[in-house]
């Protein structure tokens, strides 16, 4: 098992080491097409939505709004809803969009209680601006792009509960990018990632005030550069608790970490936990960093990559399981793993 | 004779942990393995079902030579190990019977429905933040499932309540009955042993046996340790 510990707290120095190990890992460096890649701090509502010329949309209780052109028909929404998600046309309010069509994004306040869902089989740049308050939201996004579906979400998230989807099925390159800025909330993130070929970036960056995040996401990355970056700022009475499973094969991958929290945050909580399996020709870097600046935060951060837990693995041959299906079980488990 | 160990020494990180330990089970009769932590009564038991490396000696089963022998083909043969301490999977109980069966594990399993009810547990639960107490009952309901002919329970008794132990001594003398394997129960207490009496006993210290008898061992024990 390989293990990379953290290394230490002088982020300009880690920036430079992770551009040395990105050459290594022939990592093209690419700025995202919305300008916003990696800058968290234009997380403002103000300034967002006066630069991003944005449609305002108010979220209607008890509406449909049905704008995707990939699935043409109400049926055919109905099943892809139903059977992928779960959600009871009868029973849930939700919205539905397809922001993809509006290219220089949508803002949405939602105050109550909903459920939205969207799906992307476009190559547009989508931009979403949700403000979120005193509500219990679940968001689901569905991005099936064949060719370049690029996203940049701001969640701003107050009093709420927060649940969001996604997934992310791309056989051409891609970008993801959601940035949130929570405060008495709590937020649960579940992602399932499926890079193919090309490039791929998904982008996480929070900023936490009394507030809760968790985030789990399965990823199989089986042949192109797939970049993970979390980013984060941990304010008081908060707790942010990243879980990344991956399976990496004939690929490149870089995951980054920055979580930082000030001084003002007494008693919160801050843990990064990265576990892969490492096939064919697959190259896995990683640097989980932490910076602390107040003694009395939890941080702890782990990252190891391995062909397959050998605990696992040993327990399930010594109930008769055969190599082959021991390691077809426990796969499956990491792929389901961020539903749970 | 079932199953046979010669002369085995197991080496980790360049300490022997087990030094040139030689066992005889007969079919059908109950073994205690009795000794005190670190003893390395667990890494006997690896050995045994073949997940731990051994430097030097012979396991014997059913007068083959399985020291070679992977774990699940060992298991096939009809070995069980009921793990001291079960990984977490992200997996049910349910789904790995029907990984090692396939559809013949609905019928097997439906005929365990009292004893599953009876432990309060649920085949159908990942494998995942369950309490010490809930992965003996899922691995006594396993142990059923499997019917070996030489199962091993490493700490059986370890993390449940008075109520599942005695639903594990239930379920030994239902196993005694169906299917009458050779049974090796580990521990470091040997109050176990006043419920599921051995046939015989062996005590491993410091990675060798110091003892071994009848019951008599046992009484020794509760009067002197491992002295």
């Not at chain 2, 009952?137 to 132990?165: H, N, R, T, V, W």
């Given at each position: 098992m390989k293990v990379l510990k953290g290394m230490g707290m002088n982020e300009e120095k880690e920036r430079k080491l992770a551009e040395k190990y990105l050459k290594r890992l022939d990592f093209e460096k690419k700025e995202s097409p919305s300008g916003y890649y990696l800058n968290f701090n234009s997380l403002n509502a103000k300034d967002f939505l006066k630069e991003s010329k944005v449609q305002k949309m108010q979220a209607q209780e008890d509406s449909l709004i049905f704008l995707d052109n990939a699935l043409s028909t109400k049926e055919k929404f109905h099943k892809v809803k139903k059977e992928k998600f779960g959600f009871d046309f009868r029973k849930d309010k939700f919205e539905a969009f397809n922001l993809a069509f509006y290219k220089n994004g949508v803002s949405t306040k939602i105050n109550k209680d909903l459920k939205l869902f969207f799906i992307s089989r476009t190559s547009q740049i989508v931009r979403n601006f949700f403000l979120i308050e005193n509500s219990n939201v679940k968001i689901v996004e569905f991005y099936t792009g064949t060719g370049f579906s690029s996203v940049s979400n701001r969640f701003l998230i107050k009093n709420s509960i927060v649940e969001h989807e996604l997934i992310s099925n791309n056989s051409s390159k891609s970008f993801v990018q959601d940035s949130f800025k929570l405060e008495s909330s709590k937020l649960v993130q579940r992602s399932f990632i499926k890079a193919r070929k090309e490039f791929n970036l998904k982008a996480f960056s929070f900023e936490v005030l009394e507030s809760n995040v968790i985030q789990k996401a399965s990823i199989i990355n089986s042949g192109s550069q797939l970049w993970v970056s979390n980013f984060g700022k941990v304010g008081e009475k908060s707790s942010v608790d990243i879980n990344l499973r991956g399976i990496f094969s004939n690929s490149s991958t870089f995951f980054e970490s920055f979580l930082e929290s000030d001084k003002k945050a007494k008693g919160s909580d801050?843990?990064?936990?990265?576990?892969?399996?490492?096939?064919?020709?697959?190259?896995?870097?990683?640097?989980?960093?932490?910076?602390?600046?107040?003694?009395?935060?939890?941080?702890?951060?782990?990252?190891?990559?391995?062909?397959?837990?050998?605990?696992?693995?040993?327990?399930?041959?010594?109930?008769g399981i055969d190599a082959k299906a021991v390691k077809k079980i426990i796969k499956e488990n990491i792929l389901r793993w961020w539903k749970l | 004779?079932?199953?046979?160990?010669?002369?085995?020494?197991?080496?980790?990180?360049?300490?022997?942990?087990?030094?040139?330990?030689?066992?005889?089970?007969?079919?059908?009769?109950?073994?205690?393995?009795?000794?005190?932590?670190?003893?390395?009564?667990?890494?006997?038991t690896k050995a045994i079902i073949g997940i731990q490396k051994i430097s030097k000696g012979k396991i014997i089963f059913n007068s083959k030579d399985i020291t070679k022998l992977p774990p699940e083909k060992r298991a096939k043969l009809g070995i069980y190990l009921g793990f001291q301490q079960t990984p977490e999977l992200e997996i049910s109980l349910q789904s790995l019977l029907f990984a090692i069966d396939g559809e013949k594990a609905e019928e097997k399993i439906d005929k365990l429905k009292t004893f599953e009810e009876e432990l309060g547990?649920?085949?159908?639960?990942?494998?995942?933040?369950?309490?010490?107490?809930?992965?003996?009952?899922?691995?006594?309901?396993?142990?059923?499932?499997?019917?070996?002919?030489?199962?091993?329970?490493?700490?059986?008794?370890?993390?449940?309540?008075?109520?599942?132990?005695?639903?594990l001594v239930k379920a030994i003398d239902f196993a005694r009955k169906e299917f009458n394997p050779t049974l090796v129960i580990i521990s470091h207490y040997e109050s176990i042993f006043n419920y599921i009496e051995p046939n015989f006993v062996y005590v491993l210290k410091s990675g060798v046996i110091t003892k071994s008898g009848g019951k008599e061992v046992i009484e020794s024990i509760k009067r002197h340790g491992y002295e």
């Open positions: 801050i843990n990064i936990e990265i576990k892969g399996i490492k096939e064919k020709n697959a190259k896995v870097f990683c640097i989980p960093s932490l910076s602390i600046k107040n003694k009395n935060c939890n941080a702890k951060h782990s990252f190891s990559t391995t062909e397959l837990e050998k605990e696992e693995v040993e327990y399930l041959k010594a109930k | 004779m079932i199953l046979e160990i010669k002369d085995l020494w197991v080496k980790a990180e360049k300490r022997n942990i087990l030094k040139g330990i030689s066992m005889k089970f007969e079919d059908s009769k109950v073994y205690g393995i009795l000794g005190p932590n670190g003893s390395g009564k667990t890494t006997l547990i649920d085949i159908k639960r990942n494998l995942t933040g369950l309490s010490g107490g809930e992965k003996k009952k899922l691995e006594i309901f396993e142990f059923l499932y499997m019917q070996p002919k030489f199962a091993i329970l490493d700490e059986p008794d370890s993390g449940i309540d008075i109520d599942s132990f005695k639903i």
